[in-house]
Every structure is written in structure tokens, then in C-alpha cells.
């Protein structure tokens, strides 16, 4: 037996297109679910953050800034141990500087935090004992990520009050405003020049010489795919198709491809789910968990 189920005309609901008209939505317009979890993902980048599992979620950049799916960030840790009621507040970090590198060496778990927030004040959790506070603080800059960006010459010549000066006088505001938050206007093109953000006539031979380059592993999770090169995909970090400089690549799996910032529209394709399950298999297969 056959369980047939009609669906309601939504074009048709005239309680539905009053609201929309209101809206100022025009009537035959619907949006997707994907759109709205990717607009929900950007309001929490710029307002509390995402909470990301560990420090291989991140990409730098030449520059040594932080990229999180395609989009620039910082990052700092959410939760704060109160010990005696003295809080030691951590620092925040905006590009790759050689305190993360040796984070990311340790491999230690943290709840790690990255952030559009322009505020200069950051979400944490202050923990004392089983009593968890949530509160906002402003919070200083990571020293060594002012000398690897080169921030107003910082560097480790300068005087102590050089150096004082500028941790002081940082801003978020005025990082985002230098280095652009989701790289896509980076190169400033007007709405005249912008080039069309398409595919390259030889996109097909840049990407099997960028995964040859990556030696067919995923840049994310680490699987070995070169008895499987159809797995391994080649995604543009700041979604634009026509900038095919290295910097801009990155070899992914099906999986961590299919994860990527607005990339939700690929787990719409049923090969996509085929892929996942044989990409597991050889995880499992290569002691990647």
C-alpha cells in the first residue's frame, strides 16, 4: 500500500504572499535551505563565531592571514579557566604566526573560535569550577601575529613602548578593513572590469596539475586519493572560479569539499553520498579517523 501525499500550492497561499509582499519579496521567489543555513553561518561569523574542532579547519594565506571556508578570520579560544578568581585572558590571532604553528604541533584540543566580529570585544566562557559565565571581553592581540603581518612595521627591534603601542591602538575594524573579510573584492574590480567568474578554458589540466602538485591528498583531512583521483577535487578558496593562482587552491576530497562555505548544493547530487561512503572506507583503510 502507497502512501500519496498533496502538497499545498505555496505560489497559490495568499496569507503566505501578503507576508512575502510585505517583505518586499516578489511573489514567485523561494529561497533554499542551504541559502538560509549559509546566512545563518555568516551572522554567527560576525557576531558571536563558529566554533571550529581544531586548527586544520583553517588555511593561511600567503600573507599569513587565517581563511575559514573561503572567508578571513580571527580566531581565539572560547573558554577560559578561573582559577582563584584571577582570570588570565588569551590573546587573539590573526594571521599564521609562530604561536599557532607550535598549537598546531601539540595537537591539543581547544575550543577554538573564528570570528568576523568588528567589536573588539570577544564571547568567551569563563569557567570556574562546574560554574560556566558567559561574558564579553576585549581582548589584546597576539604579538607575534603583528610581527608576522609586519602590522605597522611591529617587529621585534622595536622599543618596548613601539611594540605596547601598537597591541594598544589594534583594531579588528581596521584589520578587516586591510585585508578584505570573504577575498572576493580583494583586487578592488569594478562592477566594469570585474572578469566573469567562470572556468578557464584549461581549468581541467590546472586542476590535475594542482592535485598532482598536492600529490593527490586532501589538504583537509589527509586521505591518500591517487588510486582514486575522481575523489579529489580542486576548490578556490575565495569561490572565484577565474582566480587560478595556487594560493587560491586547495586539493579536497568529496567530503571536505562538499563542507566548504556555500557548497551546501553538492550533497544535492545522489554521487555525491556514493563518493562520501568510499572516501570513509579508505580513511579507515589508511588509519585516518
Known amino acids: 500500500m502507497s502512501l500519496s501525499i498533496k502538497l499545498p500550492d505555496f505560489f497559490q497561499n495568499s496569507s503566505l504572499n501578503k507576508l512575502k509582499s510585505k517583505m518586499g519579496i516578489e511573489r514567485h521567489v523561494y529561497g533554499e535551505f542551504g541559502d538560509s543555513r549559509s546566512k545563518g553561518a555568516q551572522i554567527k561569523l560576525n557576531t558571536t563565531g563558529i566554533d571550529i574542532e581544531d586548527l586544520s579547519q583553517l588555511t593561511p594565506l600567503n600573507d599569513h592571514t587565517l581563511t575559514f571556508k573561503g572567508q578571513r578570520v580571527v580566531l581565539y579560544i572560547r573558554d577560559v579557566s578561573n582559577w582563584s578568581d584571577e582570570i588570565r585572558l588569551p590573546k587573539f590571532h590573526v594571521a599564521y604566526c609562530s604561536t599557532l604553528q607550535k598549537m598546531v604541533g601539540h595537537g591539543k584540543k581547544k575550543r577554538y573560535v573564528v570570528s568576523q566580529n568588528e567589536s573588539n570585544l570577544f564571547h568567551l566562557n569563563l569557567i570556574n569550577g562546574r560554574k560556566v559565565e558567559k561574558s564579553e571581553q576585549k581582548l589584546?592581540?597576539?604579538?607575534?601575529?603583528?610581527?608576522?603581518?609586519?602590522?605597522?612595521?611591529?617587529?621585534?627591534?622595536?622599543?618596548?613602548?613601539?611594540?605596547?603601542?601598537?597591541?594598544?591602538?589594534?583594531?579588528?575594524?581596521?584589520?578587516?578593513?586591510?585585508?578584505?573579510?570573504?577575498?572576493?573584492?580583494?583586487?578592488?574590480?569594478?562592477?566594469?572590469?570585474?572578469?566573469?567568474?567562470?572556468?578557464?578554458?584549461?581549468?581541467?589540466?590546472?586542476?590535475?596539475?594542482?592535485?598532482?602538485?598536492?600529490?593527490?591528498?586532501?589538504?583537509?583531512?589527509?586521505?591518500?586519493?591517487?588510486?582514486?583521483?575522481?575523489?579529489?577535487?580542486?576548490?578556490?578558496?575565495?569561490?572565484?572560479?577565474?582566480?587560478?593562482?595556487?594560493?587560491?587552491?586547495?586539493?579536497?576530497?568529496?567530503?571536505?569539499?562538499?563542507?566548504?562555505?556555500?557548497?551546501?548544493?553538492?550533497?544535492?547530487?545522489?554521487?555525491t553520498s556514493v563518493s562520501i561512503l568510499a572516501i570513509s572506507e579508505l580513511r579507515k583503510e589508511q588509519g585516518i579517523t
Open 140 to 271: 589584546s592581540v597576539c604579538r607575534n601575529c603583528l610581527e608576522a603581518l609586519r602590522w605597522n612595521n611591529y617587529s621585534k627591534r622595536m622599543s618596548q613602548s613601539g611594540k605596547d603601542t601598537c597591541v594598544n591602538n589594534f583594531k579588528v575594524e581596521e584589520f578587516f578593513s586591510k585585508y578584505s573579510k570573504n577575498l572576493i573584492n580583494e583586487k578592488e574590480f569594478s562592477k566594469k572590469n570585474s572578469p566573469i567568474n567562470q572556468y578557464p578554458s584549461n581549468w581541467q589540466q590546472i586542476s590535475s596539475s594542482y592535485r598532482e602538485y598536492k600529490r593527490w591528498v586532501c589538504e583537509q583531512c589527509a586521505v591518500k586519493l591517487n588510486n582514486n583521483k575522481h575523489l579529489l577535487h580542486t576548490h578556490h578558496i575565495n569561490s572565484q572560479k577565474n582566480e587560478n593562482s595556487y594560493s587560491n587552491l586547495m586539493a579536497l576530497c568529496v567530503e571536505c569539499h562538499a563542507s566548504q562555505y556555500m557548497h551546501e548544493h553538492m550533497y544535492n547530487n545522489p554521487e
